[in-house]
């Protein structure tokens, strides 16, 4: 396991820990007061935060085992995202506690998310595959209103939303450009797409991938040259590497018999045939 997933996971352990370091100290208070009632309540409350806290601690070990074998328990999926979404917040602050940037344990999060959306091999239509593009992306000095239309773009070639057309124009795939997270969260109930290609920030990364769950979404984080929120730019081939990985093999047709090598987000590599184009 590789440095940037060992922050997040190493974490959550610690939130675990600090967990039940908590309710193992007021059940040792509550011991001493020698009262039967009190004595009875403890156990029944003690044995049902002991359940919750095995299902989160058995959660935790499935998502580092599969982690760890590049593998995906589907069974266990929710579980997985249930000791997620609970510990996430605690490692949050345990992370601000040991000075730890708020930034790297979301980037840490979203390799840690992206693997495993890439471990369930999941492929879709390319119809059913959706790139959400923040506005920011778009060059400052456009005239035009892709936020409505993205068909609006003229393709002047001054920021990478032309890129990004590009992508959509080879694979087929769907692309919208929103003003802020709420839209787009919007925007993924409202045409509900099967799997998300999400550009952004690490946190409305972070935010909007744990609003939509459980749809698969790849996490791509935006490149801020002038500072945040403003003619903000993408890896166009992280974007093509997401798609790729997420389309049916048939919708993968390259003049090649090759197997197509793609870099995916975690510095890892998928092969997969792609049949004669
Ligand atoms: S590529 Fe499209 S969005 Fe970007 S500046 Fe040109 S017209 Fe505007």
Same mark, same amino acid.
């Given at each position: 396991m590789n440095t940037r997933k060992r922050l997040f996971i190493g974490l959550l352990l610690l939130s675990l820990l600090v967990i039940i370091a908590l309710i193992f100290m007021g059940w040792m208070l509550a011991l001493n007061s020698h009262k039967l009632l009190s004595y009875i309540l403890l156990v029944i409350m003690g044995t049902i935060v002991l359940f919750f806290l095995g299902g989160i601690a058995l959660g935790l070990m499935i998502l580092i085992v599969n982690l760890w074998r590049a593998k995906t328990t589907p069974s266990m999926q929710n579980l997985i995202s249930a000791a997620i979404n609970f510990l996430f917040p605690l490692a949050l602050s345990i992370g601000r506690a040991f000075k730890i940037e708020e930034e790297k344990i979301k980037r840490s999060f979203i390799i840690v998310h992206n693997e495993l959306v890439l471990n369930q091999k999941l492929f879709f239509k390319p119809a059913d595959i959706l790139i959400l593009a923040p506005h920011?992306?778009?060059?400052?000095?456009? %005239?035009? #209103?892709?936020?409505?239309?993205?068909?609006?773009? #003229?393709?002047?070639?001054?920021?990478?939303i032309d890129k990004l057309h590009g992508v959509c124009e080879k694979y087929h795939v769907n692309l919208v450009v929103v003003t802020g997270g709420t839209f787009a969260r919007k925007f993924v109930k409202e #045409?509900? %797409?099967?799997?998300v290609i999400a550009i952004a920030c690490e946190r409305d990364l972070t935010s909007g991938i744990q609003a939509v769950h459980p749809l698969p979404v790849i996490g791509v984080l935006n490149l801020r040259p002038n500072g945040p929120c403003f003619n903000t730019t993408v890896n166009i081939s992280r974007v093509e590497e997401a798609v790729c990985h997420l389309?049916?093999?048939? @919708?993968? #047709?390259? %003049? @090649?018999q090759k197997p197509f090598e793609i870099n995916l987000p975690h510095g890892n590599l998928l092969v997969r045939n792609v049949e004669k184009g």
């Open positions: 920011c992306l778009q060059w400052s000095g456009c %005239p035009h #209103k892709i936020t409505l239309d993205v068909q609006n773009c #003229k393709r002047c070639e001054k920021c990478v #045409k509900r %797409p099967k799997a389309l049916e093999q048939h @919708c993968l #047709k390259l %003049p @090649c």
